[in-house]
């Protein structure tokens, strides 16, 4: 089992900047990608960005250049660093891990602003 902790959420003004982090316990060697996905009410969830073992990142494209993932692995911690808020950016944003099973994080309440 892993168990995964996400904090850093809240309520900012458009234009502002937010970081994530999610930290994992628990089997983490069990782990090959942790991502960070979000979702909007009324929507599918999507993927925000996703992070390899070996360091390699994806974003959606939508995203790219205001979006930062990073992982510290020292701590067991992936972090989502976001520049220029928009308010279209509200949602729920879940921190996932995978390799042989997948798990979620209970989401953190992200509300921006105009």
């Known amino acids: 089992q892993v168990q995964l902790v996400e904090s850093g959420g809240g309520l900012v003004q458009a234009g502002g900047s937010l970081r994530l982090s999610c930290a994992a316990s628990?089997?983490?060697?069990?782990?090959?990608?942790m991502a960070w996905y979000r979702q909007a009410p009324g929507k599918q969830r999507e993927l925000v960005a996703g992070?390899?073992?070996?360091?390699?990142?994806s974003y959606a494209d939508s995203l790219k250049g205001r979006f930062t993932i990073s992982r510290d692995n020292a701590k067991n911690t992936v972090y989502l660093q976001m520049h220029s808020l928009k308010p279209e950016d509200t949602a729920v944003y879940y921190c996932?891990?995978?390799?042989?099973?997948?798990?979620w994080g209970q989401g953190t309440q992200v509300t921006v602003s105009s």
């Open positions: 628990g089997s983490i060697f069990s782990i090959n990608r």
């Open positions: 992070i390899t073992n070996g360091g390699s990142t």
């Open positions: 996932n891990a995978a390799g042989r099973y997948t798990y």
